[in-house]
């Protein structure tokens, strides 16, 4: 075997410039394909830390009540004693756990209005929040003098920049929150924009944030009650596991649990309200049911990168084919002489088939590294993106993350579609009879 790559490895050499066009092609198709899957990863990668953030823990425990069979409102009860058993069923899984009220409202500014789901939030308890949103500082937004705490106090309203441009106000200003209670009847607060955070892409349209204690009250709401109770653990891919901990345990402990929807919560409350039944039930979910509205951004970003990919992949396959089968022609008589000399058919065969091998690895592993510096070079430049993609990938900058397995993979499918397009030449020059061969050397 090793005499078989030493020769395999002469011949490529031989060929300089064909090996070299050939190799830049093939490096050039690893380098764009371990990029895309880095763009992907990246985009995967900012939509768990956003979404994770403002709409879901790793493991939710949320609830509705109806108080008649045709409502529906996101709250639980005796939020205090739910708290403290998912606590306790968790265990040392959780690395920490939170509570939101969840609400649905009209922001009224003195110009116009907007309809947004609402957040009751406690900013020193909430700390993946804390750790996210990052107030602007803009000076149209005269933004420059808040902070966290002033932000998150009582009587103060957080939203985000394009919520802010909307409304026409900017920090300090007075809005007016109108909310639907249980009831069905209106009840308004008024609250002072503390502050205004720089804006996460389409998601920006979905989120704002108010005291806690402000939207137990303009709710009307009981002091002990809640409405989403955040787990976040230490390992993410337990999260299916302590879901089903959760809905087992807390069953046992006499609570009615809703069927397994892996739908986003906000598009429960139709089915909720249609349902035959009165009172209070939970319903547990992870963070993919949470996020599962935007999988589809995800899949298209995966499905166009595998389409253009997959073309220049059968282009390159071909380009071997082509490349290879020009040499078996060049190298009729070294066929001849080394059947002669007692090389079998298979061993003609798997001569070709390394050359192509050896190629597509040597060039494989360059183009990935090419990509690996061009990953580094982009993340430092910090490149803006235009504003319709900021929307889609919820990216300010263009970020690309090429991971291990995604350098393999790329290596993997360049080399497989290189093998591939090597057969059919190598299977040419393992048919060939040793006469014939040795007769185009006369």
């Known amino acids: 075997m090793l005499q078989m790559l030493v020769i395999a490895t002469r011949n490529i050499f031989a060929q300089r410039m064909r090996a070299f066009l050939l190799g830049t092609a093939i490096a050039v198709v690893s380098c764009i394909l371990a990029l895309l899957l880095g763009l992907s990863t990246a985009f995967e990668s900012t939509l768990f830390e956003t979404g994770t953030a403002l709409f879901s823990g790793h493991v939710n425990v949320a609830g509705f009540h109806k108080i008649s069979v045709s409502s529906a409102t996101p709250i639980v009860s005796n939020a205090n004693q739910l708290i403290a058993d998912t606590r306790e069923i968790v265990g040392s899984d959780a690395a920490f756990i939170f509570d939101r009220v969840t609400a649905f409202g009209k922001i009224i500014s003195d110009t116009t209005s907007i309809q947004v789901p609402l957040w009751g939030v406690d900013l020193k308890t909430d700390l993946k929040l804390r750790d996210y949103l990052k107030l602007t500082t803009k000076p149209e937004f005269k933004g420059s003098g808040a902070t966290l705490d002033t932000a998150g106090a009582l009587g103060c309203l957080?939203?985000?920049?394009?919520?802010?441009k909307k409304l026409g106000v900017t920090q300090g200003d007075g809005v007016t929150l109108l909310v639907p209670t249980m009831r069905n009847q209106n009840n308004t607060r008024d609250l002072k924009v503390c502050g205004i955070f720089k804006d996460v892409g389409s998601f920006s349209s979905f989120s704002a944030f108010v005291n806690k204690q402000d939207t137990i009250e303009v709710y009307q709401l009981d002091p002990n009650t809640t409405g989403f109770i955040m787990v976040f653990l230490n390992d993410v891919s337990k999260a299916n596991a302590v879901e089903n901990r959760l809905r087992t345990t807390l069953a046992n402990k006499g609570h009615a649990i809703l069927e397994k929807d892996p739908t986003p919560f906000w598009m429960k409350f139709d089915k909720i309200a249609n349902q035959d039944w009165v009172g209070e039930k939970l319903d547990i979910s992870t963070w993919e049911d949470n996020l599962s509205f935007v999988k589809w951004v995800v899949e298209s970003l995966n499905g166009i990168s595998i389409l253009l990919v997959s073309v220049i992949l059968i282009s390159i396959a071909l380009g071997i084919t082509n490349a290879l089968g020009m040499a078996v022609r060049e190298r009729t008589g070294e066929i001849g002489t080394l059947r002669a000399i007692g090389m079998q058919r298979?061993?003609?065969?798997?001569?070709?088939?390394l050359e192509g091998f050896i190629l597509s690895v040597i060039a494989s592993t360059v183009g990935i590294i090419g990509?690996?510096?061009v990953a580094g070079i982009v993340n430092h430049a910090h490149i803006p993106l235009p504003e319709a993609f900021r929307q889609v990938l919820i990216m300010d900058t263009l970020q690309l993350d090429i991971r291990v397995g995604a350098a393999i993979f790329s290596l993997?499918?360049?080399?497989m579609f290189s093998i591939a397009g090597s057969f059919f030449p190598a299977w040419r020059a393992s048919r060939m009879q040793p006469v014939t061969a040795l007769g185009h050397v006369q």
């Not at 957080?158 to 802010?164: C, D, L, P, R, V």
């Not at 298979?346 to 088939?353: D, S």
């Not at 993997?412 to 080399?415: E, F, Y």
């Open 371 to 373: 990509a690996l510096i």
């Open 346 to 353: 298979g061993g003609i065969l798997r001569l070709f088939l």
């Open 412 to 415: 993997i499918m360049v080399t």
């Open 158 to 164: 957080m939203i985000f920049e394009s919520q802010a």
